[in-house]
């Protein structure tokens, strides 16, 4: 026993020296923990292929019998299986009107020793892109984005998110309690060197005093734990809210969740509507974690057909959601709004969040896709976008025609 | 221990943080246990972290001192056994080298009619595991369809009075689900994070289903929180009839599994096996709906309760208060008595309940009447 503990407390500066990726290593235990059951009588893949005829999500238009039948006895690198990665799109038939994706990945290796399943799930929810065979493009450079100051007469706030996860743990839904507190770790000492406007702090969710929660909780920057059960059944909220936290900059417009559905999420935000200074401190304080991570001999989860590597795959690419809280009372009303959010490749939700519907013509409008556009021609979309609704908006006030305005 | 292995033993990384939960396994689950047992598997795989995961997710409850706890299958009680030898003993009182009694004899019962303008209903259950497949937690999609297959061919074969049918959760109609519903013989899905996060509803409604017979007064549970739950009920007070009926079936059904080729999960220190420790030993919970609106309302019953051996719970469940005086009142223990025991000790108490309820209806006192403290 001290062998293996003296062993445990070698390798992590074995890990730094050699890189990122052996830095899994060091979870042995961890991925002899996380295989599969073995049972005493064998059972071919059809006794546990799932009873999927009352469901409707996009992991059941593809897992067929003979998907399942191949995929079953597969093991990631570090333990993960299927069945692990499908469980939350067996518990959660779906939605009538919300096409849910009903699975996760329970590390990075899960896409590629998975593909069979996981490649055309990605090619139906992300409009036909095929990660066979296609690059994903990433640029993180604000310099590029031309305007970007929305009227504030009708923008009433703008934001940035996207997520991030180490490379060489595993997944919210799979990942040990070890695992989740070395994510704490890399990702709070990471953010420790950040700099000027981005400088904050750390409020773990399990030390945090009440004035702190009271405060964050105003901030509207506290985020709870998860209930809906799409995200239970996947085993993200196991040991809650051990290794979760929350850090902001003093200024409290740049915000990282840590070890929520992701190993982080990054949140670049202020009211009004700069989305140009929102994008430029967005990326910046991106680039200078990654850089602050490579120091350490991290890396973020990331390749070229798939992008940034996330837990859902509706977040893989560059995991971007960038929109605004805008008001269009009247556009909202015209015959021709949902054709024209479409035809911009923009999604309309209330200002609650994904499944609420907008109260007194203020909506949360947000870029549609994720893989295969870079972040920089997503947030020009957004912003464009916006800026023809707001034009339109605008002439309907004044009762003239928006004919001319509407995108072909 | 060495000062430095002790120090060492205290840092390991994966240990659960328990500084604020309240259930039997943070109360034994010590560092130096945990590292002994994090790396040990049962021969199907189930590990220590997937035992403890509901007690980790679950610090404690309000109303009940929840175990915090569950078998992934029937070694795990062995492998784990610095941990569960110890949450056994705390929880139920039993010395790990005690044997466990089985007495499924319902004739040695004495007494068992209660009266009716009090006691609304009676009630036994309880559980069994088909040896060799993994329990509720753990069980493959097609280990758990094997125990439905196996539970259904074995009840098709009871005939007489426990002659009945099966309906499975997935292919039940409408109006089969509503009738059940009005019999209040339906499970749903389980809610509750203490089962949730155990992982025992996985794949729901899968291989769940519900078996009764022709006149439901017997009826079976298969795969909900254990491999099966046999259940004998009527309404009224003839608790005589119920565990007469409760041990046949019982028996009956595990003949014609032997038959079959399978057999229960047991050995002779734990009695059967099942999921949560508290349902060890017998598994039985027998109980009555009575109405107790003076008694319960003394500052004794509690107290009175505790002396009887007996557990409240509001009529809607076992994380639920009494709202009119009617409770249901059943034996607290499971481990280290027999089933006659049990149900000997429910029909005595509540017989003296009821007489205390009489006694303070027409003013009298109850202070004779009191049982000592145990």
Not at chain 1, 15 to 22: E, I, K, L, P, R
Not at chain 1, 225 to 253: C, E, Q, Y
Not at chain 1, 351 to 377: Q, W, Y
Request: glycine share 8%; hydrophobic share 35%; aromatic share 6%.
């Amino acid at each position: 026993m001290p062998l293996n503990l003296s062993l445990m407390k070698i390798l992590p500066a074995a890990a730094v020296a050699v890189g990122g990726a052996s830095a899994y290593m060091k979870f042995g235990p961890d991925v002899e923990a996380r295989l599969p059951p073995t049972r005493k009588l064998p059972y071919p893949p059809s006794a546990d292929f799932p009873d999927l005829t009352h469901h409707h999500n996009v992991m059941k238009n593809h897992l067929t019998p003979a998907v399942y039948a191949k995929l079953r006895d597969r093991v990631t690198p570090n333990g993960i299986t299927l069945d692990q990665c499908i469980q939350t799109g067996v518990d959660n038939p779906g939605h009538p009107f919300i096409k849910i994706v009903g699975l996760v990945a329970g590390d990075e290796e899960s896409y590629e020793t998975f593909k069979e399943l996981f490649y055309p799930v990605i090619k139906e929810r992300h409009n036909g892109y095929d990660p066979e065979t296609q690059i994903h493009p990433i640029d993180l450079d604000p310099s590029k984005i031309k305007g970007g100051h929305l009227d504030e007469k009708y923008v009433l706030s703008s934001r940035v998110r996207t997520g991030r996860a180490i490379r060489g743990i595993p997944h919210p839904p799979m990942c040990s309690r070890a695992e989740r507190r070395e994510v704490e770790r890399v990702v709070t000492e990471a953010l420790q060197g950040l700099p000027s406007d981005l400088a904050g702090k750390y409020f773990s969710l399990k030390n945090m005093t009440d004035k702190e929660q009271d405060q964050l909780i105003e901030d509207h920057f506290l985020f709870d734990k998860p209930v809906s059960p799409l995200l239970t059944s996947s085993g993200m909220a196991r040991d809650w809210p051990d290794g979760r936290g929350i850090f902001h900059n003093d200024k409290k417009n740049f915000l990282v969740w840590i070890n929520e559905e992701d190993h982080s999420r990054i949140i670049s935000m202020e009211k009004g509507g700069n989305m140009k200074s929102v994008f430029e401190r967005f990326c910046r304080g991106i680039n200078d974690v990654e850089k602050l991570i490579e120091q350490k001999g991290w890396e973020f989860q990331k390749s070229d057909n798939l992008g940034y590597i996330l837990t859902c795959p509706s977040n893989i690419g560059n995991g971007l959601r960038c929109g605004v809280h805008v008001k269009l009372p009247k556009l909202s009303q015209d015959s021709r709004f949902n054709d024209i959010l479409e035809k911009l490749r923009l999604q309309k939700r209330g200002t609650g969040g994904v499944d609420t519907a907008a109260v007194g013509g203020t909506f949360d409008i947000s870029n549609l896709d994720r893989l295969g556009k870079s972040e920089v021609e997503l947030v020009q979309q957004v912003i464009d976008g916006v800026s023809l609704m707001v034009d339109m908006e605008k002439k309907l006030e004044k009762k003239q025609s928006i004919q001319h305005l509407i995108p072909k | 221990m060495m000062p430095s292995d002790e120090k060492a033993v205290a840092e390991d990384t994966n240990m659960p943080d328990l500084s604020k939960h309240n259930n039997w396994m943070s109360k034994c689950l010590t560092p130096a246990i945990y590292s002994k047992l994090k790396d040990r598997k049962t021969p199907s795989g189930y590990t220590l972290d997937k035992c403890i995961q509901t007690g980790v997710d679950n610090p404690g409850h309000p109303f009940i001192m929840t175990v915090g706890l569950v078998a992934g299958d029937e070694e795990s009680y062995s492998t784990f056994s610095e941990l569960f030898d110890p949450v056994i003993s705390r929880h139920n009182g039993y010395a790990p080298d005690a044997k466990h009694n089985t007495d499924l004899d319902a004739s040695k019962l004495r007494g068992g009619n209660f009266d009716e303008n009090f006691v609304l209903s009676s009630r036994v259950r309880t559980g069994r595991s088909l040896r060799g497949l993994a329990l509720p937690p753990w069980c493959t999609r097609g280990e758990r369809r094997t125990v439905e297959k196996l539970a259904v061919e074995a009840l098709s074969k009871l005939g007489d009075e426990l002659k009945g049918k099966y309906y499975p959760l997935s292919k039940m109609t409408e109006a089969e689900q509503d009738q059940l519903i009005q019999d209040h013989f339906l499970f749903d899905k389980p809610v509750s994070p203490l089962l949730t996060s155990a992982g025992m509803a996985r794949d729901w409604p899968d291989a769940r289903g519900i078996w009764h017979n022709d006149a439901k007064n017997f009826l079976v549970w298969v795969n909900e929180e254990d491999h099966l739950r046999l259940i004998s009920m009527e309404t009224g007070g003839n608790m005589k009839a119920v565990f007469e009926r409760f041990c046949k079936g019982v028996q009956e059904v595990e003949t014609i599994l032997k038959q079959q080729g399978c057999s229960y999960m047991w050995n002779e220190h734990l009695g059967y096996i099942l999921t949560c420790p508290s349902n060890l030993g017998t598994g039985l919970r027998g109980g009555v709906h009575v109405k107790l609106p003076l008694l319960s309302n003394d500052k004794r019953f509690n107290s009175i309760l505790e002396s009887l051996r007996l557990q409240k719970r509001g009529t809607g469940g076992v994380d639920t208060a009494s709202s009119d005086g009617t409770f249901d009142i059943s034996n607290l223990d499971r481990l280290g008595s027999s089933e006659v025991e049990q149900v000997q000790c429910v029909v005595d108490g509540v017989e003296l309940l009821v007489q205390m309820e009489k006694k303070l209806m027409a003013n009298e006192e109850i202070d004779s009447l009191i049982p000592p403290a145990k």
